[in-house]
């Protein structure tokens, strides 16, 4: 099975280094030196790490071949793709994989069907499940310890426990102090 790790991000210096927008839990695992990686587009790769070393917070990678500033800014973009046995899980238990979660059916504690995960979208500050509903509609979960309880991969299945309005908009009341002053006149 293939996985996104890291998007080449622009050159840094002039000796072919590229910044890294990691999408791995384990970039040490699969972002070391010697890793072969598969492109995208595939036109760009197969590309072979030299080395990595992190600057300023960030990672930075160099790859075979590629000496130079003009060619690295040349793979500006590319995703970064490694082959991971489908069976392999995380070493941390509470740690995931993306493909174990796609597909697994969203459940309320008291096991009312919510929909499914058909994406996870990895923000900044955390990560979010894109649930389709029944009714063909999405809903946006946060995939935080407050709100998914549970990941039951035998079961095929995440518990949730939303805050009000998270789920039903019937449950919130939104109401704005233009709102109220327009009731008043």
Avoid at 21 to 41: I, M, Q
Avoid at 97 to 113: A, I, K, N, S
Wanted: charged content about 30%; cysteine-free.
């Amino acid at each position: 099975m293939q996985l996104v790790v890291a998007r080449i991000g622009r050159a840094h210096g002039i000796k072919g280094e590229v910044t890294v927008e990691v999408r791995t839990d384990e970039p040490e695992l699969r972002l070391g030196p010697g890793a072969v990686l598969a492109t995208d587009p595939a036109s760009a790769g197969p590309l072979t790490i030299e080395t990595g070393r992190v600057h300023s917070g960030r990672l930075l990678l160099r790859f075979e071949g590629v000496r130079d500033r003009n060619a690295a800014e040349a793979l500006r973009n590319t995703l970064l793709i490694a082959e991971v046995d489908p069976e392999e899980l995380p070493e941390d238990p509470e740690e995931f994989y993306d493909h174990q979660l796609m597909d697994l059916d969203v459940v309320l504690v008291d096991g009312t069907e919510i929909g499914r995960i058909t994406e996870i979208s990895h923000l900044p500050s955390q990560d979010l499940f894109i649930v389709e509903r029944p009714d063909g509609s999405e809903l946006m979960i946060p995939f935080v310890e407050a709100i998914v309880t549970e990941i039951d991969l035998e079961k095929q299945r995440a518990v949730i426990s939303p805050p009000p309005g998270l789920i039903d908009e019937s449950e919130a009341e939104i109401a704005s102090s233009r709102d109220a002053s327009e009731d008043d006149a």
